[in-house]
């Protein structure tokens, strides 16, 4: 059966901290490894990464791709309040007709205080 | 551009009645997902539709269903509900070809009694 697994489950840090979040993956078919960010309701689309793109950064957040050891990190650089929400790590099956279904993994909830 | 709307935000039913939840999704996007989120589980991935046409589906029993019409608005419905129905349904769309971005509604909150 196919599995993401994110650690930890939880984190909480203080403003300015450095995090790393994990996520492996046990899937038949890789195609996509992808992180959202879900704050209130609606997960937000952060980075996608894939076997011609395992290295993506947008300011202080960035995230990595290992296909030999089925796993991503996503880092967060000092960090900030506005941060703290639940980080989803999600895997996409290839083959033309399953880009709508992910496997989500967990999440990690990450708490940043002042 | 309009995001992802879902409706309604906020219900509550009983148990053994139906309930119908409805999507819009971006313009232009052509591919409609939906997800239960609960807290033991997390997110589970229920059905894909494509082109009003059902292309991937979850691991969930037959009372739940959906369907797409032509300009690409979704419905899904849960019949016969279960205390275990209660959850946080996402919507998400996408363009369905070419690229693994969703983008997602804020979602309905079903509460079951």
């Known amino acids: 059966e196919d599995k993401v697994v994110q650690s930890p489950l939880s984190l909480v840090v203080h403003e300015g901290d450095t995090v790393t979040l994990n996520c492996s993956y046990e899937?038949?078919?890789?195609?996509?490894l992808l992180w959202y960010k879900q704050e209130k309701k609606a997960p937000t689309f952060l980075f996608m990464l894939?076997?011609?793109?395992i290295e993506k950064k947008s300011g202080r957040l960035s995230s990595i791709l290992d296909k030999k050891e089925l796993s991503s990190i996503l880092n967060i650089t000092a960090t900030q309040t506005g941060d703290s929400a639940i980080y989803l790590c999600?895997?996409?099956?290839?083959?033309?007709?399953?880009?709508?279904?992910?496997?989500f993994g967990q999440g990690t909830i990450l708490t940043v205080h002042p | 551009k309009a995001g992802v709307t879902q409706t309604p935000r906020y219900l509550i039913k009983t148990r053994g009645q139906q309930v119908t939840l409805s999507c819009s999704p971006i313009s232009g996007h052509r591919s409609v997902s939906w997800y239960q989120q609960t807290p033991g589980q997390g997110l589970q991935f229920l059905f894909e539709y494509f082109s009003e046409t059902q292309r991937n589906k979850g691991n969930f029993p037959g009372r739940f269903s959906g369907r797409q019409f032509s300009n690409s608005r979704s419905e899904m419905n849960v019949s016969t509900l279960e205390l275990g129905d209660s959850a946080l349904y996402l919507c998400?769309?996408?363009?369905?070809?070419?690229?693994?971005?969703?983008?997602f509604g804020e979602g309905s909150r079903l509460t079951v009694l």
């Open positions: 894939t076997s011609s793109g």
């Open positions: 899937v038949t078919n890789f195609r996509s």
């Open positions: 998400a769309s996408s363009i369905g070809q070419g690229s693994g971005e969703l983008f």
């Open positions: 999600a895997w996409g099956p290839a083959g033309g007709t399953s880009y709508g279904k992910l496997t």
